[in-house]
């Protein structure tokens, strides 16, 4: 993509959905740390059912320490590795209480040293919680960047940088978010679908898919 096509990309996801906003639930930066670091392999509905009770009685560290792992255990079993999540939660609520007054650091660096936190973690907490202009490439985004040619590249770092280097200025902040949920609804693994897609036009993507029988037929 050119950067005139890239700026209407993301214009008509942006218009399609001004105030995109991350699909776990949350109250405030802690709790929005421990949710992805729950997500990992895991998905947003069922991080958010883990947490409904969980989230209700703990707000802080502290709370999550008074709480222990063999606590924090049983809200979260549901979720997939949820033994080594628990450790992982207990340690850097941990060092959190410790470190930094219980508060969680805006910096990506001090983030990624905390347990459980790798860059994508850190970079969704940056953006959602601190309004850093970063970029969170998981699964879906990634798919999307190399599938549509916005952001090609053979590792998760590369397309994120790619995503840095080309994405517009009035659309960074909420970059991140509009290519996770085109990736979650329309643009999909298996089957992308294509045929109601505001973008596919712009997409490199081909041959487009067609839509279902069923679909073509009522129109």
């Keep these: 993509m050119n950067r005139a096509q890239i700026f209407e990309f993301f214009r008509r996801l ?3 959905n ?3 906003q991350t699909e776990l639930a949350y109250g405030n930066s802690y709790q929005l740390l421990v949710a992805v670091v729950l997500s990992a392999q895991a998905t947003d509905v069922g991080v958010n059912k883990a947490t409904r009770a969980l989230f209700a009685a703990v707000h802080t560290p502290q709370q999550m320490l008074d709480l222990g792992e063999a606590g924090l255990k049983e809200h979260i079993k549901t979720i997939g590795l949820f033994n080594a999540k628990a450790k992982h939660v207990i340690g850097l609520s941990e060092i959190l209480v410790r470190d930094y007054g219980g508060d969680v ?3 990506r660096d001090l983030l990624t040293a ?3 936190v790798g860059r994508k973690t850190a970079n969704v907490v940056m953006n959602c919680a601190f309004g850093a202009e970063t970029f969170a490439v998981d699964t879906h985004i990634f798919r999307v960047g190399n599938r ?3 952001a090609p590249g053979k590792t998760v770092l590369t397309v994120e940088k790619a995503l840095d280097k080309r994405t517009p200025a009035p659309f960074r902040l909420g970059a991140h978010h509009w290519l996770i949920l ?3 609804y329309i643009c999909k ?3 992308p679908e294509c045929w109601h897609c505001p973008v596919a036009d712009l997409c490199r993507f081909k041959p487009k898919t067609p839509p279902p029988k069923a679909a073509a037929q009522q129109r």
């Design 14 to 16: 942006a218009e399609d």
């Design 18 to 20: 001004p105030a995109p």
């Design 105 to 107: 650091p805006a910096d």
């Design 114 to 116: 905390l347990p459980g």
């Design 148 to 150: 549509t040619g916005l």
């Design 182 to 184: 085109h990736g979650r």
């Design 189 to 191: 693994a298996r089957t």
